[in-house]
């Protein structure tokens, strides 16, 4: 199997990953580059955006727009497949926004043709055999999947984390649908973020609850796709008795998780309280209306508003009574001006006065190594970070880590062949198999890209097995064939 990365090696957001088996291609997302970061411009990718697509395939992990955004400009003929709840949720987004954007209007149009897969239950494509895995991510209906083709298993884990509502359940899904692979394609966003909160969704939501209780009229601005989160807002208000205030923007993704949720349905999160349902805003004349009974139900019961950056909001905002309380709940960057990502609508519309609370929609890197003991690869390929370096000095005590650029790949072979080479490198008393290859030059691609131990004394061998015996055809240290390559 050929694993192919052509963007997402030294950036976050519009990874493309793609695995090639006897002449089929399986591609990973195809997502737009995030605003203010690094940008590589189009891709021209053989079977993807280019030539023969009729043994291709595109798996999408979830809506958000640096994972999704591009599937536009993709041929009409070429299958994507994604989860049908993150589907429909991108439908009422792109519906939303289709008046005022044309790429929103092509995307409503392309969905028609994607088809949905479900959680757990492996499906074929060619020689691949995919299976998806829901994980747990500020995208609802976010997957990861376990990939196999030529006798390769790889486990590419899209964007995900251990902290929020559902991660409980990883350890026993990994057990029961992936078990060891030899290969994790690996998202490594916070690995440049130490700091980035990584506290768990349900002590947020206990944090929120505590101060809507103290504050009777409560702004949140927070993701309207972050259904996790917008339940869990929700859920805290009416526990200390205040209304629950959307537009039909957000009750439409709520009600979209409510009713077609199966894969959760035993949970209270993803349910309304029929006796305190949310209260949705009405619209008329150009504004949100705000009457004097609004007002003075407002007034007598507090509420916890979902608000979004716009004029709209804004000026409802400015409408309702009551001594406000603001609260930022998405990644801080929007709101500074130092960061490439800054949005002067949101930094204006939140203020300077609020309080921060939230945590990521990513995972921290001690919850990273606990997954790899629990799939046990050969290597680690990063991918969806910023500094592939520093995610390799992290890990690679412990695992080889095998660091791309864009466009570079690796050619693992079935290991059940007797007539194969394998690579292995050794740091000390630890001695790790890096994959099985066809040829010298295989090995010595995928060995030129290692990062293992942390000493420059790291050594490699490459090993031929031929009629059930072995024999080493190269060796020396790693940092000479580093040099070579």
Known sequence: MKIIIHRGTHQIGGCVTEYEYDDWRLFVDYGEELPGGPKSGELEVEGLTKGDTSKSALLITHYHGDHIGSITKLPKELPIYMGGVGREIQKILSNRLKSVSTAHKDMLARLDDVQSFEAGKSFAFGPFKITPIVIDHSAFDAYAFRIEGGGVTVFHTGDFRTHGFRSKKLPEVIKKYVGEVNYVICEGTNVSRPT??????????????????KNKSNIVYVSSTNVDRLFALYHAA????????????????????????????KSRLYKFNEDNMPMVLQFENGEFRANNKFKWLLDQTGYVLIARANPLFDDFIERILGEKKKYLSMWKGYVDPKNEAYNETMAASVGKNYLYMHTSGHCDMDSLNELFQMLHPRAIIPIHTDNPDTFAKLFCKEWPVIVLNDGDSISPFDDRYV???????????????????KCDNDARIALAHTVFGTTNKTRYEIIEEEDMASNTREEGLLSSLKATE
């Open 196 to 213: 980035a909160a990584s506290l768990p969704e349900y002590e947020l939501q206990k944090q929120f609850k505590k101060t809507f209780a």
């Open 419 to 437: 007539d194969s080479e394998y690579a292995m490198v050794a740091s000390g008393r630890k001695k790790k198999c890096i994959g099985y290859f």
């Open 238 to 265: 009416i526990a200390v008795g205040r209304k629950f205030i959307v537009d039909n923007y957000q009750m439409s993704i709520m009600e979209e998780v409510v009713k077609r949720d199966t894969m959760w349905g």
